[in-house]
């Protein structure tokens, strides 16, 4: 079977943590907490991404709590953004400046959003919109190479019958779990169309969720648990924890791969409805989403 990760074996990745990290340790002013090749990765910057991350889910009207395993999570996330930009780099893969400042516009436009003004973005970041933008650019310009470095990986899978068949052959038998009995049965379920006006009511409902959280400021947790017809995650915020794309129906997983951590989807048609979508983060080819489904009513008049 074909890995996800065939390019690993190329490179020699050698992972330094240390221990400690209590908050009542003395003072250092740096330390490498990893190594990806010749790259190394100090614990300043992982600082650095989860104070910009409370930052950010701050402006969103989210309050989120430092923890160890969140400081870990950005440390793997940046772990395996360095393997991806080598792995750009071999395959010469490069994105220009006027894409990204384009992407990193739209960012901006949508935090402001949130905020409320340009004044409050500011001044909940300690920063100008220029010295945001100085200081996100070659962030952004990361975050876009390893995605098109994990897109195109993606379309290269290919996953036959056969190795399948020789991965589940290859799971020892004490190892099984125990399967309950079963039934199969077989169903014919025939849903009416939807009436045009049923699928025009979903989609400006979801609509104005969407506006709600862009330019009101809600929280897209807040919403989901109040409307969304998802009940599976409707009770925990809308949450889809990381799963990878194929396990997505494929228009879900495209808008949500197209976004940046914190970014909101346009509304998203799928068989189940509508969708508006949150990436939360990516790490290799899973990702986490926040998500509100609005369904069609197909009785309604």
Known sequence: MKNNYLFLPLLSLSLLLTSGLQAQ????ADRIV?????N???KSEIDQSVADYMRQSQVQGQRVQFSLELWFNFLESAIDNYVLLEKAQIDSIVVSDDEV???MDQRIRELTARAGSEQALEETFGKSILQLKADFREDFRQQ???SRVQQGKMQSISITRPEVNQFFENIPTDSLPTIPEQVALSQIVILPPAKDNAKENAFEFAKQLRDSILVHGKSIEELARRHSDDQGS???GGLLPLMSLDE??????AAASA???GGISKVVETQFGYHVIKLNRRVGDRIETNHILITVDNEES
């Open 248 to 253: 997505l129906v494929s228009e879900y997983s």
């Open 234 to 236: 409707a009770r925990n």
């Open 25 to 28: 340790q003395k003072q250092i």
């Open 34 to 38: 990893a190594h990806v090749n010749d």
């Open 40 to 42: 190394i990765i100090l």
């Open 259 to 261: 976004l940046q951590p």
């Open 101 to 103: 400042e384009l992407r």
């Open 144 to 146: 876009m190479i390893t």
